[in-house]
T-cell receptor
Framework: DPKIIQKPKYLVAVTGSEKILICEQYLGHNAMYWYRQSAKKPLEFMFSYSYQKLMDNQTASSRFQPQSSKKNHLDLQITALKPDDSATYFC??????????FGKGTRLTVV | QQKVQQSPESLTVSEGAMASLNCTFSDGTSNNFRWYRQHSAKGLEVLVSIFSDGEKEEGRFTAHLNRANLHVSLHIREPQPSDSAVYLCAVSIRSNNRIFFGDGTQLVVKP
């Protein structure tokens, strides 16, 4: 059973639209993260949350907004989508500074 | 900004032969190193974590760390075709769980 659930698995969006990527973890972790993997680029850190509070933000654009409605949820809202936003977005979680576990990702294509 | 470089970019080995992957990092204060495996269209699977110089074995996977040389390696004993995947080196500072990834090594294990 996957312990970190990301929905949807695939997503196609129109340029200028807004989408929300869902992430739920059932590992009991208090820290959650978002990473992005674009074509021909390494995985890049985007955000980290601890106890539902933003700890670190490496995303320059305010179009990317994490949303944490519950301790085990960290969704990612992306507004005014651009083709360059096309990537696979990975959610991850950890308990303090121990192992970081990743979900299977949401592959976003912006047309 | 931390730079993580992996070599080789791709590696083909025969089933049963040792596979060796390399990773160099730029920030000498890094103290948390992980190797992940990524099968296509799947999430990341952590293989081995290492925090101090020396070696750490997890089944057929052994990580070697030499922080003075800014180098960490992964050796896969008796690789099997099912080990064919992209292997990612991940480096972080334990007080800050922002992980920096390399570009990956594409491993192909031929029967």
């Amino acid at each position: 059973d996957p312990k970190i659930i990301q929905k949807p698995k695939y997503l196609v969006a129109v340029t200028g639209s807004e989408k929300i990527l869902i992430c739920e973890q059932y590992l009991g972790h208090n820290a959650m993260y978002w990473y992005r993997q674009s074509a021909k680029k390494p995985l890049e850190f985007m955000f980290s949350y601890s106890y539902q509070k933003l700890m670190d933000n490496q995303t320059a654009s305010s179009r990317f907004q994490p949303q944490s409605s519950k301790k085990n949820h960290l969704d990612l809202q992306i507004t005014a989508l651009k083709p360059d936003d096309s990537a696979t977005y990975f959610c991850a979680s950890s308990q303090q500074i121990t192992e970081v576990f990743f979900g299977k990702g949401t592959r976003l294509t912006v047309v | 900004q931390q730079k993580v470089q992996q070599s080789p970019e791709s590696l083909t080995v025969s089933e049963g032969a040792m596979a060796s992957l390399n990773c160099t990092f730029s920030d000498g204060t890094s103290n948390n190193f992980r190797w992940y495996r990524q099968h296509s269209a799947k999430g990341l699977e952590v293989l081995v974590s290492i925090f101090s110089d020396g070696e750490k074995e997890e089944g057929r996977f052994t990580a070697h760390l030499n922080r003075a040389n800014l180098h960490v390696s992964l050796h896969i004993r008796e690789p099997q075709p099912s080990d064919s995947a992209v292997y990612l080196c991940a480096v972080s500072i334990r007080s800050n769980n922002r992980i920096f990834f390399g570009d990956g090594t594409q491993l192909v294990v031929k029967p």
